[in-house]
């Protein structure tokens, strides 16, 4: 089964940056096949999807809380996904998750079979 690492997790000030990552213990060729996601859950609150990316990187969906400001990426001869994040605001406090999609596309959590243990973002005011 595949194990997901997330890092780049920490604590910013509200408007700025951060860049997670998402490395897949997994062949090039398995990563490449399926879709990758990243999820967020604060305290009290149900997981929600942020950004889901396809198995070729060409197409993308995002929250409507965050289009604009994150952008996900990946690069699968490094088994990688990225999740850009600008402009952060301290309602994006939240440990966000990684996740493998069940197949080429997803866009919900049912679509991902595979999670990480999760990288905790915190943004002050």
């Known amino acids: 089964q595949v194990q997901l690492f997330e890092s780049g997790g920490g604590l910013v000030q509200a408007g700025g940056s951060l860049r997670l990552a998402c490395a897949a213990s997994t062949s090039r060729v398995s990563f490449s096949r399926f879709a990758m996601g990243w999820f967020r859950q604060a305290p009290g609150k149900e997981r929600e999807l942020v950004g889901a990316i396809n198995w070729s990187g060409d197409s993308t969906h995002y929250a409507d809380s965050v289009k604009g400001r994150f952008t996900i990426s990946r690069d699968n001869a490094k088994r990688t996904v990225y999740l850009q994040m600008n402009s952060l605001q301290p309602e994006d406090t939240a440990r966000y998750y990684c996740?493998?999609?069940?197949?080429?596309w997803g866009a919900g959590s049912s679509d991902f079979g595979s999670w990480g243990p999760g990288t905790q973002v915190t943004v002050s005011s």
């Open positions: 996740a493998m999609g069940n197949t080429g």
